[in-house]
Each structure stands twice: as C-alpha cells, then as structure tokens.
C-alpha cells in the first residue's frame, strides 16, 4: 500500500533545549533569541497543521524526525513529505530512489526553501487534492530533478547527490591539491579546493564560488553538471578555473592530498578521500521527482 512518509526536524531552539548558552542568548542578544523563538513557533506549527490536515485524510503515515532514528527505507510508492527548509528536504533526498517528494517551507519568513515550493498556508496547498492526484494514479505535477554521483577508484558510490560536491582538505583553511581531467584535459593545481555541482544546486555554492546558474540540458539535450576551483593558486594563464561537463565527458580528480575529504551537500554527508585516490562524477540514474506548485517554479537550474 502507498504511504506518506513525513519528515521533519526539531527547531533550533528544540535541538539545544536545556544548553546554558541558549539562555545565555537571552541576555547577550534578545533580538537574535526572540527571532529563534519566532522560527521555533513558525515551524510547529505548520508541522501540527500538516499533521493534522494527513490525519483526517485517513491515508497511512509514517512520521520521521530527522535526527532521532534512521530514515526509514522508501519504496517507490511512496509521498515524502518534508517540512522545514532545504535542509530536510536535502537529507530525505539521500534516502529517495524513485519514490516522489514534496517540500513544505515551514518557516517562510527565515527559512531557505529552494525545494521546498509550499507553504502551507497558501490557498494553492490543497493537501486532498494533490494525495487523490497520487493515489487515484492522476498525474500530479512533478519536476525530475537529474542527481550526479561518484565512484572512488572504481567503486561506486550509492549516494544521491542533489546539489553538490565539495572536494577539499579534511582541514578546509588548508591548501587543497588534487589533479583535474576533463577527456583529454589534464590541470594539476593548488586551491581552496573544488566545488562540482548539479544544475539544480548551481544557484547555491557554485553561484558563491563565481558560477553562474545553468540549466540541467545543453543545446544537444545532454544532461550537464558543472565544477569550478575555488581561489585557485597559480601563475599559468593556461590553468583551470571552471567548466560546464556534460553526459558524455569523463571527470576525474586525483587526490594529492594526504587527508582529502568529500562534503557531499554541504555537511550533510562526508567521505575521505587519500593521496592518489582517483574520483570520477557522472549522472545518478535516479533523478529525483518533486511535486510542484503550479502557480510557481524553480528559480533556476531545472
């Protein structure tokens, strides 16, 4: 049977509830706190609201709150639906093969919701409707987001990554030092390391880095990432900056770094990566399918 599987996080001040340095905001900044407590306030309830909106639709649950257990498996079936900022809606992601999402932004006002196209208390949120489009088998409207992936000298990875990789130094304030290829283009280069990103994440890091935001397809209909250096250190006019790869080029970084580390969006996922190793990026066969509001898009990448 198909399920909704709702996921959610415990709010700031939730997450440090009893820590000194809580109360301690208080005095040192009650403007800060008084916005935590806002942001606290905002993202229960729109997490009661929802729940009690799915409860009356007597379609099974299940609740995960992010953090306390293990996501639970997905099976293609399934709605997930996440409530908070990208930050959720990035974690469940990692735990979604072919199961279909659907971002709530539980704080509109402070949080960041890229992903995240509803707001719960807009009239274009009709919970009915989009759960009978699901599961009377209509088509809701849903976007596939293209993911990329790695392998470490050969061995393949089985995240699902939605926005990007950062390759760098296990200590980041220290100089990263890999060798880049791109087919038959060959960069050895220090840098503060490098970033690769889907067209999906290209208006986060990689727009921060000096990138500009990309769509997910070429000219030729070829699926595309993109990876830029970071404060890249040298002299040689002929070095490598950054570059859009498509489907059909291969590439790989070569770690020269003793202690080498990959985030994978941002620090929700990390993996080291040791002097030689050697790391190829290319397309997830999973892209991810998120429901969209109609009356809105994606700003930029999809």
């Avoid at 072919?98 to 932004?105: E, F, K, P, Q, S």
């Avoid at 274009?124 to 849903?142: A, E, G, R, T, W």
């Avoid at 080029?249 to 202690?259: G, H, N, P, V, Y």
């Amino acid at each position: 049977m198909s399920r909704v599987i709702v996921v959610y996080k415990k709010s700031t001040l939730e997450y440090y509830k009893g820590k000194s340095f809580i109360e301690n905001l208080k005095k040192k900044n009650s403007a800060l706190y008084a916005q935590f407590q806002q942001m606290h306030d905002d993202h229960y309830k729109s997490v009661e609201l929802f729940l009690n909106k799915i409860e009356k639709t007597k379609v099974p649950c299940f609740i995960h709150e992010r953090g306390r257990n293990k996501m639970p498996a997905t099976k293609k079936n399934d709605l997930i639906v996440t409530i908070g900022g990208d930050g959720t809606f990035i974690y469940a992601s990692h735990y979604v093969k072919d199961a279909l999402m659907l971002g709530i932004n539980s704080a509109p006002d402070y949080s960041i919701g890229y992903y995240c196209n509803y707001n719960i208390y807009q009239d274009s949120f009709d919970l009915n409707k989009i759960l009978n489009d699901y599961f009377h088998n209509k088509q809701p409207v849903f976007k596939p987001i293209h993911r990329i992936t790695y392998s470490i000298n050969g061995k393949e990875s089985n995240n699902y990554i939605l926005n990007d990789i950062l390759i760098t130094d296990k200590n980041p304030a220290t100089t990263s030092r890999y060798i880049i290829q791109i087919d038959e283009n060959v960069y050895s280069q220090k840098s503060s390391g490098i970033w690769v990103s889907s067209a999906s994440g290209s208006g986060a890091a990689y727009k921060s880095a000096g990138g500009k935001p990309f769509i997910q397809y070429n000219k030729e209909k070829l699926r595309q990432f993109a990876v830029i250096a970071r404060e890249v250190y040298s002299h040689k006019k002929e070095n490598f900056t950054k570059a859009i790869v498509h489907e059909k080029q291969r590439l790989e970084i070569i770690s020269a770094m003793i202690d080498g580390m990959i985030y994978i969006d941002g620090g929700q996922k990390s993996t080291p990566m040791q002097i030689g190793d050697k790391l190829n990026i290319y397309f997830s066969d999973n892209p991810l399918n998120v429901i969209l509001d109609k009356s809105k898009k994606l700003k930029s990448g999809v």
